[in-house]
C-alpha cells in the first residue's frame, strides 16, 4: 500500500511557505523526496535514512519520524520554480519494491 | 551511459498489437524499476530487477505485460494485445543497488498512446 500525501495539491504565491506531509501504513526505514516538472521525469531531491533526521538543501528541508512513520517536506519562501508535483517515496525492505507516495502537486504563481 | 536512456519516446499503436519498451541504466546500477504514470496520476509500481532477476513481478497489472533484463543492464517492458487503458507514460529508473540509501535515477519515459 503506497504511502499517503496530504495536501493533494496546493497554490501558494511567491514567498509562501508549504508543507507536504508523507504518512505510511508500514514501518519506514528511509524516505526520498522527488520533484516532478510537468511533462518531465521525477528528479531526486533529499533522503532522510535515520528516524528524526532532518536535512536541508537551499529553501527546501524535510524530517523524518521513523515512530511515527511520516515524513515531511518544508518549502519557504517559495520560488515560481518550486512548482510541480512531488512525491515521497519508501523502500518495502521485505520486497524490495519502491513505492511511491499519492502526490502533492504545487502551483507557485508569481 | 551517463544517464538513463529510454526507447521509444513516443509510440503510437493500434489496440491489439503488441509493444516493446526498451530501457538502458546508468553503466554500474544493478536495479532497475518499470513505473507506469498516466496522465494527471501518480507512480504505479510495476516490477524490480537486481541484476537479471525480478523478485516480485506481482505489480505488473495483468499477463499481457512482461519484463526482461539481459546482462545486468538492459531492460525490455513487452506489453502484449495493447489495449486504450494501457495508454500511459511508461518510466524506467536504476540506482546503485536496491537498498534503500539509494537513489534513482529516471529515464525521460516512454509515452505510448494505444488507439
Known amino acids: 500500500q503506497q504511502p499517503v500525501q496530504s495536501p493533494q495539491a496546493v497554490i501558494l504565491r511567491e514567498g509562501e511557505d508549504a508543507v507536504i506531509n508523507c504518512s505510511s501504513s508500514k514501518a519506514l526505514y528511509s524516505v526520498h523526496w522527488y520533484r516532478q516538472k510537468h511533462g518531465e521525469a521525477p528528479v531526486f531531491l533529499m533522503i532522510l535514512l535515520k528516524g528524526g533526521e532532518q536535512k536541508g538543501h537551499e529553501k527546501i528541508s524535510a524530517s523524518f519520524n521513523e515512530k511515527k512513520q511520516q515524513s515531511s517536506l518544508y518549502l519557504t519562501a517559495s520560488q515560481l520554480s518550486y512548482s510541480g508535483t512531488y512525491f515521497c517515496g519508501a523502500l518495502d525492505s521485505g520486497t524490495y519494491k519502491y513505492i511511491f507516495g499519492t502526490g502533492t502537486r504545487l502551483k507557485v504563481l508569481a | 551511459g551517463a544517464g538513463v536512456s529510454q526507447s521509444p519516446s513516443n509510440k503510437v499503436t493500434e489496440k491489439g498489437k503488441d509493444v516493446e519498451l526498451r530501457c538502458d541504466p546508468i553503466?554500474?546500477?544493478?536495479?532497475l524499476y518499470w513505473y507506469r504514470q498516466s496522465l494527471g496520476q501518480g507512480l504505479e509500481f510495476l516490477i524490480y530487477?537486481?541484476?537479471?532477476?525480478?523478485?516480485?513481478k506481482s505489480g505488473l497489472p495483468s499477463d499481457r505485460f512482461s519484463a526482461e533484463r539481459t546482462g545486468g543492464s538492459v531492460s525490455t517492458l513487452t506489453i502484449q494485445r495493447t489495449q486504450q487503458e494501457d495508454s500511459a507514460v511508461y518510466l524506467c529508473?536504476?540506482?546503485?543497488?536496491?537498498?534503500?540509501?539509494?537513489?534513482?535515477?529516471f529515464g525521460a519515459g516512454s509515452r505510448l498512446t494505444v488507439l
Open positions: 529508473a536504476s540506482s546503485f543497488t536496491a537498498a534503500g540509501a539509494n537513489v534513482l535515477t
Open positions: 530487477f537486481q541484476g537479471n532477476s525480478a523478485p516480485d
Open positions: 553503466s554500474g546500477h544493478t536495479a
